[in-house]
């Protein structure tokens, strides 16, 4: 027993010495650099750190004498970014340094060094892809691949995220947003002394699973061709399942069961990368709905993958599958060489269903299996934040359906009916909104460079600067997105307006004519989005998703979706905070301000708190919707 005792003592003793180490070694290395820094014990990325933070966390907040809001302590935990904004780096300047016994990180809120950095980053300033190895789960993907072959990935799934998907995305978030609403008037109406009466608002206690079953559902469609209707009321594990009608043999019961599988799964990520399959498979319930959600999302792949396959090698031998719907998996199994050569070159019914050097079976499901992970809390967070900030601001919110309402003014009163290729890009608003409500709440942080294993330079106001080998580059968002020097004295405030061109306002920046209130150049590459009528940042100073060579290939995804959904909640609707019994608005205001700000950092910046909002018939889209009727 006591040697066993001294040898633990003796492992954390050699742990400790080695962790001094690394730290002098990356001290000595960062004032070689000459640029500022600052030391921290921890190196916010430690699995054990990560897995003990919310321990750590409590006992921080407890401490007195104001320790607890301590600027120092805030860097310990990878929050600090989304805490702090641009406010660490006025002290410490737009780039400095952080080190710790783990790496040597750079922290960089200066947009043309952040731009320098993304432009290099597939030679200089590579992807850190062992940080994104967890995600491997199904197959290696083109998040988490490098080199050649992230090349060959990137040929092969970019180009599937076309405007026939993003039409497929189009009508699916509407048709799905209609359900959605309906389901919020249909919880809403009243029960007086046995008789039902609707009422012209409704309260919704937490929007949020709504947004994500909805944006599951959407990715489930246009990603994996399985339409999958929004449930109309919460359902307890002992009500039937609405199964939808599905060719070519998919079960029938699991495609019912894949969005709420997919969802349990991802808000349970961490477990899942970190808690082997077995333990999952013996451990608590909870553990095990986890390892069962975690099989029921393969299989059905799996499956989905085998039915595209089939309607490959039928439709070379000159029949019609049943599956039509496009979908990302089905032009990833097409154009990746799932499917072999013609049938009069392989006759043997075997061989057609071989994979073929271009992508194989773990890397098409790798890679649509990130597409849900990475699109479905982003999209669905991003719809929460600005219907939480949309009720904090009356004032945009006006704005927003004065800008709705002329878009809609020659549609049909049916969303059925609204044309992608038409409507969508007069939805300039509401992309304003998205695109100010992520430039305040990204869904990442940062965005994670690596030196390799070599020294780089970067250039800081001419001056260069030789960035060590194997050092952590982070590319905070919150920083960047915070800087008055891009986006004016007050770039705390929320103003979707200032991104269109059209409205009399501006950044006061660098990267916008105050004069004339035009764009004076295009510094994205590529623009942040297609339409003329909407600024573009400088380059660097705003990267929600990302930018250059590595940049996020769901953006316009997300943007059609995002589009979709606020405009059929809105058109008809105003939000509001939810006021209860025995409350003041002021106190509801600050109680939400408090939440905003108290999100976290997981897989993605999330609040930590429901908010409650309140949905509002409009009176003016009543009286219109009248008098089309009649």
């Not at 789960?137 to 040929?155: D, L, M, P, S, Y």
């Not at 250059?548 to 059609?560: P, T, W």
Request: proline content about 6%; aromatic content about 8%.
């Amino acid at each position: 027993m006591l040697s066993l005792l001294a040898l633990g003592l003796y492992a954390v003793l050699l742990y400790c010495l080695l962790c001094l180490f690394s730290f002098v070694k990356h001290l000595r290395a960062a004032r070689a650099t000459g640029l500022p820094y600052v030391c921290l014990p921890i190196f916010e990325l430690n699995p054990v750190w990560q897995i003990s933070k919310p321990f750590h966390r409590a006992i921080i907040s407890s401490l007195p004498f104001g320790l607890s809001r301590s600027q120092w302590l805030e860097l310990w935990f990878m929050d600090w970014r989304f805490v702090a904004k641009h406010d660490i780096h006025k002290r410490l300047g737009d780039v400095f340094l952080v080190v710790t016994p783990g790496c040597l990180m750079v922290e960089i809120a200066s947009a043309p060094v952040a731009a320098d950095v993304v432009n290099r980053s597939r030679t200089d300033f590579i992807k850190p892809v062992w940080l994104y190895s967890p995600v491997n789960i199904f197959g290696i993907n083109v998040i988490t691949a490098e080199g050649h072959t992230w090349k060959r990935h990137r040929k092969v799934v970019a180009p599937q995220y076309n405007d026939a998907i993003h039409r497929h995305v189009w009508h699916e978030a509407l048709n799905l947003a209609q359900a959605m609403v309906a389901r919020w008037t249909s919880a809403s109406k009243l029960a007086e002394n046995g008789r039902v009466t609707a009422s012209s608002s409704y309260s919704v206690e937490n929007i949020s699973p709504d947004l994500t079953s909805l944006a599951l559902r959407v990715i489930a469609a246009a990603g994996f061709g399985v339409s999958v209707p929004f449930e109309m009321a919460p359902r307890s594990s002992e009500t039937p399942l609405e199964v939808p009608h599905m060719e070519d043999s998919l079960d029938p019961r699991r495609v019912a069961r894949f969005p709420r599988s997919l969802e349990y799964m991802i808000n349970n990520f961490i477990k899942l990368l970190v808690i082997p399959g077995w333990m999952l498979r013996l451990g608590p319930s909870s553990w095990r709905v986890l390892h069962a959600s975690f099989n029921d999302v393969g299989d059905l792949l799996k499956e989905i993958m085998d039915t595209q396959i089939r309607k490959q090698t039928l439709r070379k031998d000159g029949y019609q599958s049943q599956v039509t719907q496009k979908s990302i998996l089905g032009e990833l199994v097409r154009s990746g060489g799932m499917v072999i050569g013609d049938a009069d070159d392989k006759p043997d019914k075997e061989q057609r269903n071989e994979v073929i050097a271009t992508m194989s079976r773990e890397e098409v499901l790798g890679n649509t299996f990130i597409l849900a992970l990475a699109g479905s809390r982003t999209t669905a967070d991003s719809l929460l934040y600005s219907f939480v900030l949309l009720a904090m601001h009356p004032n945009v919110q006006k704005w927003l359906h004065e800008e709705i309402d002329n878009a809609l003014a020659a549609e049909d009163e049916d969303p059925a009916q609204w044309r992608y290729e038409t409507l969508f890009p007069k939805l300039i608003a509401p992309l304003c909104v998205m695109m100010e409500t992520l430039r305040v709440y990204p869904s990442a942080v940062a965005i994670p460079k690596w030196t390799g294993e070599a020294s780089h330079n970067i250039m800081i106001e001419g001056q260069p600067y030789l960035i060590p080998s194997r050092t952590m580059v982070n590319l905070s968002l919150n920083g960047l997105q915070f800087n008055p020097k891009y986006w004016g004295p007050a770039p705390r405030t929320y103003r979707p307006q200032n991104w269109d061109t059209r409205c009399e306002c501006h950044w006061n920046s660098n990267g916008a004519d105050e004069k004339s209130n035009k764009v004076i150049d295009n510094f994205s590459t590529p623009p942040t989005t297609p339409f003329v009528t909407i600024r573009t940042p400088l380059e660097g100073s705003y990267m929600p998703f990302s930018d250059g060579a590595r940049g996020c290939l769901g953006k316009r995804f997300s943007q059609v979706e995002f589009a979709a959904v606020m405009t059929v909640v809105l058109r008809n609707h105003t939000v509001e905070l939810g006021v209860g019994a025995g409350e003041t608005v002021e106190a509801v205001r600050q109680r939400t301000s408090d939440i905003l700000e108290g999100s976290l950092s997981h897989l993605t910046l999330s609040m930590q708190k429901q908010v409650p909002l309140r949905f509002v018939e409009r009176q003016q889209r009543a009286t219109l919707r009248g008098a089309r009727s009649s």
